[in-house]
């Protein structure tokens, strides 16, 4: 028996149905061995060396995979085709006591009968390059993490955090809102003209002015249009009559995926990554029990494989006929940023449309499998091909346009069309089809009509629009594009408000301290060159602890001037009338790692603390007394309850008890959910909530 080890256990069906018999499947659930959770983990002064441990929750499940791998006939690891992947792979080798030149990785980018067979047929050894570039990205994000989110905590407020790229995706945020709170607004106008021609009317827009680009700024401009313009002829100057032709857009990328399923779907980043996981582990499909529907979801990548172009182009020719298939297949090129390791994201098989996957889908599934595979579809198609023609007018020097464009051939569009953010106002009338028309000919005015406009500042970023500007500016990488935009919402430094991300005022005041004193770190270009020092470890072997290296040399110099400034952005503690028993002074309230509490006035000479009493919030019954429970919170911000007689009945429970109890083991009776259980865990007993 060969083991295969894998992360998802919901990739294990899907995977089995395409190993046969011989194979046994294990998942370790994602990552097994990390740094510490509660210590720092990095020897800073013997060349970075971290420390790693075993997960306390993967403990029981390393000792299963060690004696399953003891008994297998040849171990496999099939982690992730990606960086971290080829990590995890290197921690379970570690565990397993495998050398360091071990043939037992096998990685595919599909889970599919081809592409795992084929990575069976050429297992290779860890890439030492990849482990070490995902490496040095958990080093350096653990020193930025560790060693300054504490002087945020000293300096601002409580429980605050920082991250190497988090940071500077929320400086984005923050210099956005920036922007649009100095914008000041300029007024201008649009001119439109209603010409006659025969039966129809054609709308023009006021574009020059004596032959050059105008654009009215006031009431008084656009007064002497009116009436230079009124009951006068427009003549046409020019016609010009053009063909052009619009290119499919290239398979998704991660980013590319993300984006999209905001804008058309209203997807959120965590959605999109939640259901794109469902896809490419496997679903339940009716007739072919659960596969996998897409490739790996985690890419920067336009490539595709030869088999799947074909496959698509055949597809295309047998559903959309020979006119929709370009004579040579599209290729699509990578930018030199991305990493490119495996392809685009596109469906495994194109057998699978999205209709007869409906049935057994979620919505999500459903909605976004379609995206993808219409997306793919469209990328191997002939181009969109449309007619334009440009006419220009001339009233008394002022100068009027229209366009209309019509499609020849829907090439792509047949199946998928572009998201645009909103309609470009370039100053032009558009129209579909235009009436015949003839240079010098000169048509009658039917109205004109000038409307007030004032310019308007740039957009608040979406979920979708902050990928795009992280990507582009090279902060971050695929995987991580989703999680850094969450944690920002979780931290509370933003907030959605309808679809756009705002500022919180902890948000603003956060990156204000960090500009102050890590300007030089936590900033856009300094954070894509790190992206590609961890790239020139992947790609070209760079020795990582040089990397970090470089890196503290300069950051630890930050640390220490912002830890000794005397600078404090806390906010004051907030006065009350509530008197010390201690010393007789004033309490405040302060804000602590649990939240807020109250503290004497007179500190550090009386260190007298006490929690803010709260209205009290009676519920349940005492078992021992029958009095009635009180809702409290501990130190730790957790929620119990206890008997309102404290101190002189001291029964306390997690859950708000009944008053009863257990008919079979004596034990409290408490209400969890819409069931009333027995608050001992060994004892089964249950009823419905009346």
């Known amino acids: 028996m060969k083991l295969v080890i894998i992360e998802s256990p919901f990739k294990r069906e899907a995977l089995k149905k395409y190993l046969g018999n011989g194979y046994e499947v294990f998942a370790t659930k994602g990552h097994i061995r990390d740094l510490p959770q509660k210590s720092f983990g990095i020897d800073l002064k013997n060349d970075f060396q971290p420390h790693y441990e075993i997960m306390p929750d993967k403990k029981e499940l390393i000792e299963q995979l060690k004696q399953k791998a003891k008994s297998a006939d040849e171990v496999l690891i099939a982690t992730d085709p ?325 499609m020849e051939f829907a090439g792509y569009t047949k199946v998928y069309k572009e998201y645009s953010d909103k309609d470009k106002d370039n100053g032009e009338g558009m129209a579909g089809k235009l009436p015949k028309m003839e240079e010098g000919e000169m048509l009658d005015c039917d109205k004109i009509t000038p409307e007030q406009k004032f310019t308007k500042p740039p957009a608040r970023y979406t979920e979708a629009s902050l990928v795009k500007a992280m990507e582009e500016k090279g902060i971050g990488r695929p995987a991580t594009y989703a999680a850094t935009i969450t944690v920002l919402t979780s931290r509370h430094y933003t907030e959605k408000k309808e679809k756009y991300l705002h500022p919180t005022e902890l948000g603003r005041k956060v990156i204000t301290y960090l500009e102050k004193f890590f300007s030089s770190v936590i900033n856009v270009k300094f954070t894509a060159h790190m992206e590609q020092r961890l790239d020139d470890i992947a790609n070209k072997d760079e020795d990582w602890h040089n990397v970090v290296s470089n890196f503290w040399n300069g950051f630890e110099g930050l640390l220490g001037r912002a830890d000794a400034s005397s600078l404090s952005m806390k906010e004051p503690p907030k006065e009350t009338d509530i008197i010390c028993e201690k010393c007789g002074g004033k309490m405040v309230i302060r804000n602590g790692r649990y939240g807020e509490f109250l503290a004497c006035s007179n500190f550090p000479k009386c260190k007298n603390t006490k929690p803010i009493e709260q209205e009290t919030k009676k519920v349940g019954k005492c078992v021992e007394c029958g009095a009635s429970m009180v809702e409290r919170k501990s130190k730790k911000g957790k929620t119990f309850y206890s008997c309102e007689r404290y101190p002189d009945c001291k029964f306390m429970s997690w859950d708000i008890p009944t008053g009863q109890r257990c008919p079979k083991c004596k034990s409290p009776l408490v209400i969890k959910g819409k069931k009333i259980k027995c608050s001992n865990a060994d004892c089964d007993y249950e009823e419905d909530k009346n």
């Not at 790229?165 to 984005?172: E, F, H, P």
């Not at 495994?348 to 459903?366: G, V």
């Open 82 to 406: 990606d960086r971290e992947g080829e990590a995890i792979s290197w921690h379970i080798a570690h565990i397993l006591g495998f050398p360091q030149d071990k043939t037992c990785r096998i990685e595919f980018n599909e889970i599919s009968k081809k592409a795992v067979t084929k990575a069976l047929e050429s297992p290779r050894k860890i890439d030492l390059k990849l482990v070490n570039a995902q490496q040095a990205r958990r080093i350096l994000d653990r020193i930025v993490g560790y060693k300054l989110s504490p002087i945020l905590c000293k300096k601002i407020a409580p429980k605050l955090s920082a991250g190497r790229v988090q940071s500077v995706a929320l400086k984005l945020v923050v210099d956005r809102e920036k922007e649009i709170e100095s914008f000041v607004p300029e007024e201008y106008w649009t001119v439109t003209a209603i010409l006659k021609k025969d039966n129809n009317l054609i709308k023009t827009s006021l574009a020059t002015f004596n032959k050059k680009k105008f654009v009215p700024k006031s009431k008084e401009e656009v007064d002497k249009i009116l009436e230079a313009t009124k009951g006068k002829k427009f003549t046409i100057t020019e016609i010009k009559k053009s063909r052009t032709k619009s290119h499919a857009p290239a398979p998704f990328t991660t980013s590319t995926m993300q984006q999209d399923a905001l804008n058309k779907l209203n997807m959120s980043l965590a959605r999109t990554t939640s259901s794109a996981q469902q896809l490419y582990e496997g679903v339940e499909i009716k007739g072919e029990g659960k596969i996998a529907l897409i490739t790996y979801i985690r890419t920067d990548s336009v490539r595709v494989s030869t088999d799947a172009q074909n496959a698509c182009r055949d597809f295309i020719k047998a559903k959309y006929g020979q006119e929709y298939l370009p004579e040579k297949p599209n290729i699509y090129h990578t930018k030199e940023s991305a990493q490119d390791a495996h392809e685009a994201i596109r469906p495994i098989t194109m057998d699978i449309t999205p209709e007869m996957a409906k049935e057994t889908l979620s919505n999500d599934n459903y909605r976004l499998y379609k995206l993808i595979y219409e997306r793919f579809l469209a990328s191997q198609m002939c181009e969109a091909e449309y007619s334009n023609v440009s006419v220009n007018f001339d009233c008394e020097g002022y100068g009027f346009k229209v366009s209309g464009r019509t």
